[in-house]
């Protein structure tokens, strides 16, 4: 049985090998836009979309006429967004411009961290979200500026990862911490247990 985790993050990567798995990594060029619905709804249809993407390529014959994913194997998806005070919903910065913008709308406010997980296995497919609340405390603009300066704002929704120097400004929290470094432990093991009676740990290779 093979687990594949079908996302680039280090982060998902670091946390599921902190449990003693090694996933096989197959990152989804899947479509990551989504039209107006609730925030739940859409990391669940974004998760699912990388997951049928990776799904799709990897049933693709290969050279011998077989396909590398058989009906055992397990693919599992994550994304993660973030829900401004004001319910915009908030992924990457595009610029820096953007992160700023992002890190002041979320000082001195709680704010929502969302994450949808697909786990697909053979033809059943499941799907769960998380929700977690983070309070900032009032940032200046010049620690916004140094954080944008150091480059840990790039490629995280919200501009911000937890596990960092943002660290020094969350005075808050209310959930599972995990969920807003990007997988939901928890959850996830729940999900797998209820829609497959498997565990995390079964899955170590």
């Known amino acids: 049985m093979k687990f594949i985790l079908a ?3 280090p982060r998902r990567r670091e946390m599921l090998q902190h449990l003693g798995l090694s996933p096989m990594i197959v990152t989804s060029q899947a479509d990551e836009s989504v039209e107006a619905q609730t925030p739940e709804q859409a990391v669940c249809e974004i998760a699912k979309r990388k997951a049928d993407a990776v799904r799709t390529a990897l049933c693709r014959p290969m050279k011998n006429g077989r396909v590398y994913l058989e009906k055992e194997d397990v693919i599992l998806a994550a994304d993660t967004i973030v829900v ?4 915009e919903l908030l992924g990457k910065p595009c610029d820096r411009a953007d992160a700023e913008r992002m890190l002041r709308m979320l ?7 969302i994450s949808g997980l697909c786990v697909m296995r053979g033809d059943c ?3 769960a979200h998380e929700v977690t609340y983070v309070r900032f405390s009032k940032l200046s603009d010049q620690v916004i500026r140094a954080y944008v300066d150091s480059g840990e704002c790039d490629d995280k929704a919200g501009a911000y990862g937890i596990q960092n120097t943002a660290a020094l400004w969350i005075c808050g929290i209310r959930g599972d911490y995990f969920n807003v470094v990007g997988l939901p432990l928890h959850r996830l093991e729940n999900l797998l247990q209820e829609q497959f009676g498997l565990s995390l740990l079964a899955l170590r290779s």
């Open 7 to 9: 996302s680039a993050s």
């Open 84 to 87: 401004s005070p004001d319910g």
């Open 107 to 113: 000082s001195d406010r709680e704010h929502r961290v």
């Open 125 to 127: 497919v499941a799907t």
